[in-house]
């Protein structure tokens, strides 16, 4: 036997049975500040948070603060995975580390939440995928509308039949960024560590607290927040990746970093419909119920979805459309990520596929890679899914 194939039948053994008393206990890899939030989330539902890692110090003592007591801390996540006592990990640091970090955790024999997006790039999800199968292991990606009431009663809205047939989706996401953050480093860094797989660079505190608008380590907002447009559009027209992507932008808009506020991608998919997503990080402010929207134009009605509300408007050439049905729910999205931790803590004990599953993640995960690489290279990429590569 080799020694992967002995991890893989390793971590399928180590699937526990689950009482109904019984805690799940979980280890935190990068307690920043989703991470934080997530691990008040898990232990609102019971989970036992046993173990904390960061290499940074300050985030490690603040993730230790929200543990549960007697929890253990290390700098290294591979000896956090090494920790037998744990069944779960979140992966919530920077984007280049989510996927290596999601395969040793599932050869380890844990289940795995992992933020989005899923992976930085096409190869790396296709590993995540082989490795989640093999192992049989639980992965629920951060892509909470899958989880949350009100974007589960759209599904059924647009699967009814009432819109007819969809060849044009749109969606842009607008608010304000003014500034980056600025921040001294206020404890021990590993630097090395921290970068991992990505280019070297000297340490720097900005690359370090700014990680989101730099290529090596992510797509800043435009996949940030695509992400979760992105996975939406897909999972409600049932598709599992592009045929061809284009994305343009405007030049970086803050002092000294890699990528745009302002950018929009363009998306052509095999079941014969375009979607586009418009990113407007240097617009006004507005509250998270009005910042985003998602239209699908069907030749019968156009379904209108926000973060907290929809509106199905049936084909009419009036001047004051009316919707046929609605529902806007100032709040709603408050409870989006927590169905979705629940809803991965229940698969942990069922075993089942969670509701935003690992061959979701990567669908998305393409249509980001393909877009951050249009935006640098100023051309249409088509997708060869047959090939798995990326075509000029």
């Not at 956090?80 to 640091?93: E, G, P, Y």
């Not at 190869?123 to 990606?141: C, H, N, S, Y």
């Not at 953050?181 to 505190?205: I, N, T």
């Not at 991608?265 to 990080?281: K, R």
């Amino acid at each position: 036997m080799t020694r992967r194939k002995f991890f893989i039948t390793t971590a399928a053994a180590q699937a526990r049975i689950f009482g109904a008393n019984d805690r799940i206990r979980v280890g935190i890899i990068g307690p920043g500040g989703r991470g934080k939030y997530l691990m008040g989330v898990f232990k609102e539902f019971g989970a036992d948070l046993g173990a904390v890692c960061d290499v940074y110090q300050p985030n490690l003592e603040a993730g230790l603060k929200l543990a549960s007591p007697g929890a253990e801390h290390y700098k290294d996540y591979r000896k956090l995975l090494d920790n037998k006592s744990l069944d779960a990990v979140i992966v919530s640091t920077p984007d280049h580390w989510h996927a290596q970090m999601a395969i040793d955790a599932v050869h380890a024999g844990k289940d795995v939440y992992v933020e989005k997006p899923m992976a930085h790039t096409i190869e790396e999800g296709f590993a995540m995928i082989d490795a989640v199968r093999k192992t049989k292991r639980v992965l629920q990606v951060g892509t909470q509308r899958r989880s949350a009431e009100l974007f589960l009663e759209g599904k059924r809205i647009m699967e009814s039949g009432q819109l007819g047939e969809v060849h044009l989706v749109t969606s842009d996401w607008r608010n304000y960024t003014g500034n980056l953050r600025a921040s001294k480093l206020q404890g021990e860094l590993d630097w090395k560590q921290w970068q991992g797989s990505a280019p070297k660079h000297e340490l720097d505190p900005q690359r370090f607290f700014n990680w989101y608008y730099y290529f090596d380590y992510s797509g800043g907002l435009i996949t940030g927040q695509a992400a979760h447009i992105v996975d939406c559009i897909q999972w409600y027209m049932n598709s599992h990746g592009p045929l061809a992507v284009t994305c343009s932008g405007l030049k970086p808009d803050l002092p000294g970093v890699e990528v745009t506020n302002t950018a929009s991608i363009v998306m052509e998919f095999p079941e014969n419909y375009l979607a586009t997503f418009t990113l407007g990080y240097k617009s006004m402010t507005y509250n998270q119920a009005n910042d985003q929207i998602k239209q699908f134009h069907g030749m019968k009605a156009r379904f209108d979805v926000g973060r907290e509300f929809y509106y199905l408007f049936p084909k009419s050439t009036d001047v004051d459309m009316k919707p046929s049905v609605s529902r806007k729910e100032a709040g709603s999205f408050n409870r989006a990520a927590p169905s979705h931790v629940r809803n991965f803590l229940d698969c942990i004990r069922s075993r089942q596929d969670p509701n935003a599953p690992v061959e979701a993640g990567q669908a998305t995960s393409i249509v980001l890679c393909m877009a951050m690489q249009s935006l640098r290279e100023g051309r249409r990429l088509r997708w060869n899914a047959n090939a798995r590569k990326v075509e000029g």
